[in-house]
């Protein structure tokens, strides 16, 4: 079914100006942009800087302490995200807000299933086939009474993007939509947004993929601390210009750093491990000091495969053992205490707790280990624990109370990094550890990865960026429908043969 999608009706401008927004600390200061029809309008700037504070101002989700909003010369005043959706105003958040219970069809129209005659029942039937419109718009190809829960990731981050669609908005903001998504389906998205923008429509767009940033932007707003430190059109700016806007500073992109050690002794070994249907006998190790990556599609068995391992998928065949110890049928809890860990691709649903502060979340896996009398915690030890690590992390915050739902998305991946190095591991899989990460602040991670293999660490990288994987790692397996198809070693780590071999091309 083709489907027609919005038009710009004559074009919509959205204006900010003088916006103030302060979270125990100042988040934005003064910001002036306005987002023009027939544009997509980039925001630029380190984790923290304001970016995605920005558009939820604009959508509804937040209130400005300060400054107006005008859309086509209207003042808008109090304005909730059901409000901005009316007035045809919506942003695709970073991170997916589906209810996981509910299919796609209900996801897709939740608060406006199409009804019947009458108006007294909901007609499936129309729901159903304008869904299957909408997603192949997108580029997705699901059944829409699929529940929303059960698709990958990067599918729930494109039937986020077919909201917009379907509710037929003229203004589209996207805050770090192409993540979790696989080249393929970024390319999808892309030419959806320049579809979007030759029709008239309104786009904002976050990203810290300066490919992206470079091909997409009509025009591009940078922010730092809260503020905009400059406004460039296409093709105005170079990329150093632009990078040492936003850090403050000039800075050299490193390449892939080589090690003088050899790795040590296998810590984690992997041995014809099947888990159905993503995982059809995989077989891996890792080496004390060594960093070893997972490249693949996404749903190629990569992320299937680290739960596996940490226990939070049972395996029907295979042995899974760290330094020796058989942890195969193991669950989360006695894979930390052997010294496996593992940080999570969707930080959202299975890494942080949002409401808690950041403090805790940052030491809740050793909480058990911390010293106490009596059976009580010591609070003390935990704050100054977590202090220590937080400022290793560089994480931004105003204190270690706030919840840590308040921080960027970066600051947040940060703190969840915390976490795991403070579990003083023998073996970590990170899966997609720089993730809605700045330029400026994943050197400062993959410094961080290198000191922990330098100190004998066993890591396992899964990372969907060709660059990553070339930037820091030993070695490669790239994994293709649930089996390991291939590995590279040292010089032959490159962004074109782990490329080949992610596909199923070699």
């Known amino acids: 079914m083709m489907l027609t999608v919005p038009t710009g009706k004559g074009g919509t401008t959205y204006e900010a100006h003088s916006i103030d927004k302060a979270f125990s600390v100042p988040v934005l200061r003064r910001v002036d942009v306005v987002f023009h029809p027939g544009e997509i309008h980039t925001l630029v700037g380190e984790n923290g800087a304001g970016k995605s504070t920005l558009l939820k101002i604009m959508s509804g989700v937040y209130a400005p302490d300060g400054g107006r909003r005008i859309l086509d010369g209207e003042e808008l005043g109090h304005l909730t ?12 958040p970073q991170e997916p807000r589906l209810m996981p219970d509910l299919s796609v069809a209900e996801n897709l129209y939740l608060g406006a299933l199409p009804r019947g005659r009458f ?3 909901v007609d499936w039937r129309r729901a159903r086939d304008t869904t299957s419109g909408l997603l192949e718009t997108v580029g997705l190809s699901v059944d829409p009474r699929m529940l929303a829960g059960r698709l990958p990731l990067a599918h729930q981050q494109l039937l986020e993007c077919a909201r917009a669609l379907a509710q037929g908005c003229r203004v589209i903001f996207f805050d770090e939509p192409t993540s ?19 029709r008239g429509l309104t786009l904002g767009f976050i990203s810290h993929r300066f490919d992206e940033v470079e091909d997409l932007s009509d025009r591009i707003t940078v922010l730092r601390d809260g503020s905009v430190v400059g406004r460039h059109e296409r093709g105005t700016v170079s990329r150093p210009a632009l990078i040492e806007e936003m850090v403050g500073r ?44 997972l490249a693949g599609l996404v749903g190629s068995g990569r992320t299937e495969l680290a739960e596996t391992v940490f226990g939070l998928r049972q395996p029907t065949a295979g042995r899974v ?13 006695r894979c930390i205490a052997d010294g496996l860990v593992y940080l999570a691709e969707d930080r959202g649903r299975n890494g942080i707790f949002a409401d808690v502060d950041l403090g805790t979340n940052a030491t809740s896996a050793v909480i058990g280990r911390l010293p106490g009398r009596v059976g009580l915690l010591d609070t003390q030890e935990e704050a100054r624990m977590a202090q220590r690590m937080l400022v290793r992390m560089n994480v931004k915050a105003a204190t270690m109370t706030q919840p840590i739902a308040s921080l960027s998305g970066g600051n947040q991946q940060k703190v969840l990094f915390a976490r795991w190095v403070l579990a003083h ?6 899966d997609e550890p720089t ?43 790239a994994v293709y429908e649930g089996r390991i198809v291939g590995q590279l070693r040292g010089d032959a780590i490159t962004v074109d043969s782990v490329g080949e071999l992610a596909v199923g091309a070699a």
Do not use: W
Not at 81 to 92: D, F, K, N, S, T
Not at 180 to 197: G, K, Q, V
Not at 425 to 430: D, E, H, L, M, T
């Open 119 to 121: 108006g007294l029942t």
């Open 81 to 92: 995200p059901a409000e901005a959706r009316r007035r045809g105003i919506y942003l695709v």
């Open 250 to 293: 000039a800075l050299t992109l490193t390449r892939r750093t080589q090690r003088d050690t050899s790795p040590g002794e296998v810590v984690l070994s992997v041995e014809e491990l099947v888990s159905p249907p993503e995982v059809n006998g995989m077989s891996i190790d890792v080496r004390a000091g060594e960093i070893v990556g």
């Open 435 to 477: 993730r809605g990460v700045d330029v400026g602040a994943k050197e400062g991670i993959y410094q961080i990865i290198e000191d922990l293999a330098g100190e004998g660490l066993a890591t396992l990288v899964i990372s969907s960026e060709l660059e990553e994987l070339v930037r820091l790692c030993d070695r490669v397996y």
């Open 425 to 430: 591991p023998r073996v970590a899989i990170f």
């Open 321 to 333: 053992t760290v330094m020796g110890r058989d942890v195969t049928t193991a669950g989360p809890d």
């Open 180 to 198: 979790p998504l696989t080249a393929h389906e970024a390319d999808t998205l892309f030419a959806l947004m320049r579809d979007l923008r030759d």
